[in-house]
């Protein structure tokens, strides 16, 4: 079972949430911040249930903060839920700048707190998924290279990476733009025989038509006005190596011819040159335009697609991706962290939902950006949905009561209130409270678990800070 650390001065609270979370959790308990940071340390919990006001200064929020600040340093991972009172606002807002995952008013109801619990848990766990991952050998394989994914479409990819990187097949790599062809193309050549040689990327769409003949294959002396002397193209500096044509399906089909007949000839002829210039290279070719659709409008030749892309690997958009997302949004985190000197912590539970429903159009290339963004201009420990561009969080509100449409609701709500009622009429003592309302204690510890109810009493309501 996971490890869930509850700090709390108050006994009663302390085995009212052990009753309702013991099924789940292996539930660790303290009652002082010094006891806090010996289990702590012992134990390494992912999750902290922790109260600001502690002994011995319980009436304030100090040794709460303490408490806080000791544990982040230790294990800035941790996701620790603050516990406050209703009136604690400010002190709750803090608590979140300095790193805290979450907080949550007194006195909790245990259905709510057990949602925060378990997502608070599951996203320790895809952190420390992405760690380990991160560090393993598979990361840092050829066949990946710079690249990070854990999903089934980026294992795959991997997989086929490995596959015809040792050969000298053509490879065409097809995908939305900021997906990572570049990276695709550059994992083929480094675990490729040709790793040695060079690799020459050449950006087929950002070159005026009429540069682009003599950019790939180079020119002659006098061949053109300002051709002062003869130009190396980018397929000759691409000899023994790898050429990587991006957004090949840009290429001016007058090109195209000339492009076949090097593929299927393994010569070329620079501009305005009448000799047979023999290329050893790998050509790897990637576009994000639809290949199929512009086959069908004449902008693109049957012949050359079928040359280039013996092998397709498609790279899925960063929406599809899953968890990845989140993965790859802590690795950027690290990297400009270190970077740029910052020590932002972690995402907000807000921010996380963003990064999680945002469309991403621009890929894992805007990901990137809008975490370095965040990163520069951030103050704080947490990176919120407004740092990404996302809409700001809205100020946590109480749940709405909902409304009671049935007989069983009502008798339901009823019996909460009357516990709840005997509860604060007995200051929370259980077993009086049992005895007041004609039940055994078992039972009524029964009837708070059905209803999530832990208490707290008036008084300590009054004290929390």
Same mark, same amino acid.
């Given at each position: ?237 691409? $000899?023994?190596?790898?050429?990587? @044509?991006? !957004?090949? #399906? *840009?290429?001016?089909?007058? +090109?195209?011819?000339?492009? %076949? ?50 092998? $397709?690997?498609?790279?899925?958009? @960063?929406? !599809?991706? #899953? *968890?990845?997302?989140?993965? +790859?949004?802590?690795?950027? %985190? ?58 700001? !969080? ?72």
């Amino acid at each position: 079972m996971e490890k869930l650390l509850i700090v709390d001065d108050n006994m009663d609270i302390r085995q009212q949430l052990k009753w309702g979370l013991s099924q789940e959790y292996s539930i660790l308990q303290a009652g002082d911040v010094q006891e806090a940071l010996a289990i702590f340390k012992k134990h390494h919990p992912l999750v902290v249930i922790l109260d600001l006001g502690l002994p011995p200064h319980a009436d304030t929020s100090e040794e709460g903060f303490r408490c806080l600040g000791a544990m982040l340093d230790h294990d800035p991972n941790v996701k620790i839920i603050m516990m406050t009172g209703n009136n604690e606002r400010e002190n709750a807002l803090r608590a979140i700048q300095m790193g805290a995952y979450d907080f949550y008013p007194k006195p909790p109801v245990l259905s709510e707190l057990m949602v925060i619990i378990s997502r608070a848990f599951h996203l320790a766990n895809l952190e420390e998924q992405n760690r380990t991952l991160q560090t393993s050998l598979e990361l840092k394989t050829p066949e990946s290279g710079d690249m990070i994914g854990h999903c089934p479409e980026m294992i795959t990819i991997f997989s086929t990476i490995r596959k015809v990187a040792t050969t000298d097949v053509p490879i065409l790599i097809t995908g939305e733009s900021g997906t990572g062809k570049e990276l695709v193309a550059r994992a083929i050549h480094n675990a490729s025989l040709r790793k040695n040689g060079p690799f020459i990327p050449i950006n087929c769409g950002a070159i005026p038509e009429n540069l682009l003949e003599s950019e790939l294959f180079g020119h002659e002396k006098g061949s053109f006005t300002g051709a002062h002397s003869t130009v190396q193209g980018k397929i000759q500096y691409a $000899n023994k190596g790898s050429l990587f @044509l991006d !957004e090949i #399906g *840009e290429l001016p089909v007058s +090109l195209q011819v000339k492009l %076949l007949r090097f593929l299927q000839e393994g010569y070329i002829q620079r501009v305005g040159g009448r000799e047979d210039i023999k290329i050893d290279t790998r050509t790897i070719c990637a576009t994000n335009v639809d290949i199929a659709k512009a086959i069908s409008d004449g902008r693109f030749r049957e012949d050359l697609y079928y040359r280039v892309g013996v092998i $397709n690997i498609s790279l899925p958009p @960063l929406r !599809e991706r #899953g *968890e990845d997302i989140l993965f +790859l949004s802590q690795h950027f %985190l690290n990297l400009f962290n270190s970077e740029h000197n910052k020590k932002v912590r972690r995402f907000s539970s807000a921010a996380i939902s963003f990064l999680k429903s945002y469309n991403w159009p621009g890929n894992v290339r805007e990901l990137r950006n809008k975490i370095q963004r965040a990163i520069i201009m951030s103050d704080a420990t947490a990176i919120e949905p407004a740092d990404l561009g996302g809409e700001p !969080e809205a100020p946590p509100s109480q749940p709405a009561t909902a409304s009671i449409t049935t007989l069983r609701e009502a008798r339901d709500r009823a019996e909460q209130q009357i516990i709840l009622a005997a509860l604060e009429n007995q200051q929370g003592n259980i077993l009086k409270t049992a005895e007041n309302l004609g039940i055994s204690r078992p039972t009524l510890y029964d009837l708070m678990k059905k209803h999530g109810l832990i208490y707290v009493s008036q008084t300590d309501r009054d004290n929390q800070t």
